[in-house]
């Protein structure tokens, strides 16, 4: 059995080398975890408590969740009572969400993350943690309506994250080397963006009308190959263009 | 600064080689509780400690502050004899692959973000020894955990069996190759690109 599940981590870890972008990791883990029931992931570092909404997002190296579930969570400040992260910060080893719900029953938005999660198909998952060279707490997370990880997985699962993750940060010092340019407008959007203003309240303080906000906000998302603005903003953290 | 110690200049590193030994009881023996390797005298020797065996002393202030020790795989090393349940398939062995065992960093020397500095240091002299002497891969055992902040050196790991349990730890066997771009990434993180070898001077140590 394990000479077959060796076998398939190796192929794994083949394809993984191929990967391009975090695109392309994600559609790879989707096809190795679809055993497990995955159908959602995330993965990235845990921001420190009390970054703004805005900026949490930055620290996703890869998004796999649904779009207007991330939205949610972020505004309504979810990540630091989500029980799923405030686990982390007591254990270094996988954990499988059912197995933690009842140690945060007492916290109201706890429960209330974990139900409102289920709303969107986010009903199981499997936490790993992990810790990157400079020791800031990182981890990935796998979910789905059904998904169930058998406890002799657990390990393969973990070395699969890992691998993903170390790729991930590859793929993301590539990236970092080709060089973009946003305008100064462009950026100014951008960073009020990253604050949380919407399109109207950054025309509001720029002077200009949303359509010019807009435009900049849409500019800027091409230049960095994001998909939404979210995204953008994301991406644009990470290489520092915003800060 | 990293002083490498073999057979050729043990006899000259008489008083940091205990040092070492200690470490290595205080680290293995009485932090992580490998009470197999035990000694009365508090240095721990063991049967790996061969004139084979290369040595890794990082140095500050005359004090040893980190240690690895690299083993030859063309004879017994800990993968091939203590562990070799960790692998499946053939042990990869050969001139040049070494095993790199027994990390340890002092106490002292910890502070968060200290550590990984220290840890860094050893990993470059591993690559600047190994390039030096034609050996592009290592073998070695890890907690999983340490196999992410491993493969951002640019160490290229592949698993050699699937993660075991030791000691309460999910433990992985890899077989790590490395070359000038491990190096270059070492020394983007350490802020420094001077090789951290030290060049022996034996006067320094000849009293």
Same mark, same amino acid.
């Given at each position: ?52 909404? #805005? @900026? ?6 890869? &998004? ?5 579930? %991330?939205?949610? !969570? /972020? ?68 979910? #789905? @309506? ?6 002799? &997985? ?5 070395? %699969?994250?890992? !691998? /993903? ?79 | ?207």
């Amino acid at each position: 059995m394990s000479r077959k599940t060796l076998d398939l981590t190796l192929a794994y870890l083949r394809s993984l080398d191929r990967t391009a972008s975090a695109h392309d990791v994600a559609a790879l883990l989707r096809t190795v975890l679809d055993r497990y029931g995955v159908e959602h992931m995330l993965a990235g570092t845990i921001p420190d408590p009390g970054t703004p909404p #805005g @900026r949490q997002y930055g620290h996703a190296l890869l &998004d796999g969740m649904p779009t207007e579930w %991330i939205r949610r !969570y /972020a505004m309504r400040g979810y990540l630091f009572r989500d029980a799923t992260v405030r686990h982390m910060a007591f254990s270094q080893e996988p954990f499988a969400w059912t197995d933690i719900a009842a140690r945060y029953k007492d916290d109201p938005i706890s429960v209330r993350v974990m139900h409102e999660a289920g709303e969107f198909g986010i009903r199981a998952g499997v936490t790993i943690p992990l810790m990157t060279l400079d020791a800031k707490l990182a981890g990935a997370s796998f979910s #789905g @309506r059904h998904m169930e990880v058998p406890p002799e &997985d657990v390990g393969t699962l973990q070395l %699969i994250a890992t !691998y /993903a993750f170390a790729q991930l940060l590859l793929l993301q010092g590539t990236a970092a080397k080709a060089p973009i340019r946003l305008t100064s407008r462009e950026r100014e959007v951008l960073q009020w963006a990253a604050d949380g203003k919407t399109a109207w309240e950054i025309g509001e303080i720029l002077g200009i009308s949303q359509k010019g906000v807009e435009h900049h906000l849409g500019t800027s998302r091409r230049k960095l190959g994001a998909l939404n603005g979210v995204q953008a903003v994301a991406t644009a953290l990470r290489m520092g263009l915003i800060a | 600064m990293i002083h490498v110690v073999d057979a050729a200049n043990i006899s000259q590193y008489r008083h940091e080689m205990e040092e070492v030994w200690r470490l290595r009881h205080k680290v293995f023996v009485e932090e992580k509780g490998w009470t197999d390797l035990a000694k009365p005298d508090g240095r721990e020797i063991d049967q790996f400690d061969t004139p084979e065996a290369v040595h890794l002393l990082v140095m500050e202030g005359g004090k040893v502050i980190g240690y690895s020790r690299l083993l030859p795989t063309t004879r017994p090393h800990l993968l091939s004899e203590v562990f070799p349940h960790l692998c499946e398939g053939d042990l990869p062995r050969g001139p040049r692959i070494w095993e790199w065992t027994r990390q340890a960093v002092a106490p002292a020397h910890r502070a968060r973000g200290t550590s990984r500095l220290v840890t860094v240091r050893l990993m470059a002299g591993i690559v600047e020894w190994g390039m030096a002497h034609g050996v592009t891969s290592l073998v070695t055992m890890m907690p999983l955990m340490y196999l992410l902040p491993f493969l951002d050196t640019h160490f290229r790991a592949i698993p050699l069996g699937l993660p075991t349990v030791i000691d309460g730890e999910r433990t992985i066997a890899v077989r790590a190759e490395f070359d000038t771009r491990t190096l270059k990434r070492l020394r983007a993180m350490r802020g420094d690109a001077t090789p951290v070898l030290a060049t022996p001077m034996v006067s320094e140590h000849a009293a």
